[in-house]
């Protein structure tokens, strides 16, 4: 039997700061090739990225991913043991990416390994594993698609193996996630002396305006699997040293979290919008730079959540949340080549000072992978 939490300390050893590989990719592949796994490097502009598939291509397919990349650990010395030791210790696995998510990779490529030897299925199970989760996420989990589309490769029905679970196993599966949307606003006015401002066009009133209109309307109350979406103005700036100086320029910044009432496109074409009124009313120009990092999604329940719903019950004796809350993730990318859900463990410490996760929850979500594989494949 494979272990997924000697597994996991071995990939902590393996310094994987996005977006170096420091050997994850390579020692997964040396697990999965002698269990007869095809394994291929699908890197794309300097991000290592493996995909490994068990079985026939084209054959019906059941799907992981995951990330084997880290944040960086900050300061080693405000750590307990060493962000990169995998040391094992009174029942826990400490260090960067213990939580997020070497565990998760270790327990669905240990059960992938022992499934395919106990019960070999009449179908392909399929790996795709990133370094640049935690990175700009371009050439990660995008690339390793765009190279499956590319290739008549196909995954059915996949998981990503992020911490779904608030505090406890079995708490939580992740059936979707909002959309995010970043919005960089320029004003530019008229520089003048600030006991004369007839002479020129503060463009900070002007952001103030459309910020103050931004955050007092509500964007939606919510759907039917989503809390409402949420604005908040995260920086304003002018660089302006002087107090009697009305300055020319002016930023701010916003981050929008939406559900399925919206998409990146339609609250871009809202922004602009409402910023071509503010201009109008000040003769102030705004101007905005959009950056959407994920649209929305949902994986609407049926047969899939209900059986990977039901496997979770049964190994946890809690029956799971359906939820879309939290950031984004690489199911992000997945959602457009097949029905994606999020499961995995608990989510207590991942980036922080000292992470770590009990060796029990790791091969835990190893029995529930192998399990759900085993009623995928029945």
Request: with cysteine; net charge negative; aromatic share 6%.
């Amino acid at each position: 039997m494979t272990d997924p939490a000697d597994l996991t300390a071995r990939l902590i050893r393996c310094p994987s700061v996005t977006p170096d590989e420091g050997g994850a990719l390579t020692l997964i592949a040396s697990i999965l090739e002698p269990a007869g796994f095809r394994c291929t490097r699908v890197d794309r502009g300097g991000t290592p990225n493996l995909f490994a598939r068990w079985g026939e291509k084209g054959a019906r397919s059941f799907g992981f991913n995951g990330h084997t990349d880290v944040v960086p650990p900050g300061d080693p010395a405000s750590w307990t043991h060493p962000p990169f030791s995998g040391l094992v210790a009174d029942g826990l696995i400490w260090g960067r990416g213990a939580t997020d998510m070497k565990s998760g990779v270790a327990a669905f490529v240990a059960a992938a390994v022992d499934f395919v030897a106990a019960t070999p299925p009449d179908g392909a199970v399929i790996l795709t594993i990133t370094g640049d989760e935690e990175g700009p996420s371009r050439d990660g989990t995008a690339a390793i698609l765009d190279w499956m589309r590319d290739n008549g490769e196909r995954m059915d029905v996949c998981i990503v193996g992020e911490p779904s679970n608030p505090t406890v196993m079995g708490e939580m599966i992740k059936i979707g996630r909002r959309g995010s949307l970043t919005a960089r606003l320029t004003a530019t006015g008229v520089q003048g002396h600030a006991a004369y401002p007839h002479r020129a066009r503060n463009p900070l009133h002007a952001l103030v305006t459309l910020l103050g209109d931004l955050t007092a309307r509500p964007l939606d109350a919510g759907t039917a699997h989503f809390d409402a979406s949420g604005l908040q103005v995260t920086t304003i700036d002018c660089g302006n040293p002087a107090s009697n100086v009305i300055p020319e320029r002016a930023t701010a910044t916003v981050n929008i979290r939406f559900n399925d009432a919206h998409s990146g496109a339609s609250l871009t074409a809202m922004l602009r919008e409402r910023a071509a009124a503010v201009e109008l009313a000040t003769g102030v120009g705004i101007a905005l730079d959009v950056d959407i990092s994920g649209e929305s999604f949902l994986t609407q329940p049926g047969p899939f959540v209900d059986m990977v719903r039901d496997v979770v019950a049964a190994h946890t004796g809690r029956t799971p949340v359906l939820s879309t809350s939290g950031g984004t993730s690489d199911a992000r990318f997945v959602k457009d080549h097949c029905p994606v859900l999020e499961l995995g463990l608990v989510g207590a410490f991942m980036h922080q000072v000292d992470e770590r996760v009990p060796e029990g929850q790791v091969r835990q979500l190893k029995d529930i992978y192998q399990s759900i594989l085993q009623r995928y494949f029945a």
